[in-house]
């Protein structure tokens, strides 16, 4: 990290202030400063962890919050110090490195590579829909964003201090890329960034990047943060895009299982 950069707390903080009342529906707070996030709708573990843990009562607690929720525990360690308390704690299924990135927004505006569609609305239309659900060529991934993150994005709820803010990117070929910003004074997180998978590898996802950094200036704020959790082909091409548009890597926690996804 370098100086002025947003700590690890700071940045949790933001993430979960981000997404809740979207895709994660709140979080509930333990002892010594434990919290466990959770998501109603979608079980996936980025969703649905238990953060400060460091204690064997914390990890009692974290494992009963997650189990009454129908979740498996999941832990967030902040860093190797804190995976070495929880590996003291229990064997992980998975481990699963996370690259929390932060950009400061450019002063002079770069132009889209095609026209940019803004919706300041809690939740996103049916263009931002369609570009979301087909952002993989797996067939199992397009039915999991189906059916758990798109109805949990449609019932999306406004929420005081946050202003959401939905991205599409079209092409001659019509909406071809999507993000979301979350604003939050001068703090923007961006999600749900991606390409379709039929318009891959031509520029557009850097594109719609670029446009939700200028979104992001333009309303004032003075960082955006991304969270990418590198797993497989997706992960590696989000962080690689991310970094392409000015991102770098401020934390690294560790995201751990006691089950397998």
Request: one cysteine or more.
């Amino acid at each position: 990290m370098r100086d002025g950069d947003p700590a690890f707390e700071a940045l949790r903080d933001a993430h979960v202030a981000a997404l809740t009342g979207s895709l994660i529906d709140g979080v509930a707070h333990g002892p010594g400063g434990a919290g466990y996030v959770w998501s109603r709708s979608i079980p996936d573990p980025t969703l649905n962890f238990a953060y400060g843990v460091r204690r064997p009562d914390q990890f009692a607690w974290a494992g009963a919050a997650a189990l009454g929720r129908d979740r498996a525990p999941a832990f967030l360690a902040r860093d190797a110090e804190e995976v070495a308390l929880l590996r003291a704690l229990f064997e992980p299924a998975i481990l699963r490195p996370a690259r929390w990135m932060v950009a400061r927004p450019p002063p002079v505006p770069s132009p889209a590579d095609g026209a940019i569609t803004l919706q300041a609305t809690p939740a996103p239309g049916p263009e931002f829909e369609g570009v979301f659900a087909n952002l993989s060529d797996d067939p199992a991934v397009r039915t999991h964003l189906r059916r758990t993150y798109l109805p949990a994005l449609r019932g999306a709820k406004a929420r005081p201090g946050l202003a959401p803010l939905h991205l599409v990117l079209r092409d001659v070929a019509g909406p071809a890329a999507c993000a979301c910003l979350y604003l939050r004074g001068d703090m923007a997180g961006l999600y749900n960034l991606g390409t379709r998978v039929d318009r891959q590898g031509r520029g557009l996802g850097t594109a719609v990047t670029r446009a939700a950094l200028n979104a992001a200036r333009t309303r004032g704020a003075t960082r955006v943060f991304l969270h990418v959790f590198p797993h497989g082909r997706a992960g590696g091409a989000l962080e690689a895009l991310a970094t392409r548009a000015g991102f770098r890597t401020v934390c690294a926690p560790v995201l751990m299982g006691t089950s397998p996804p």
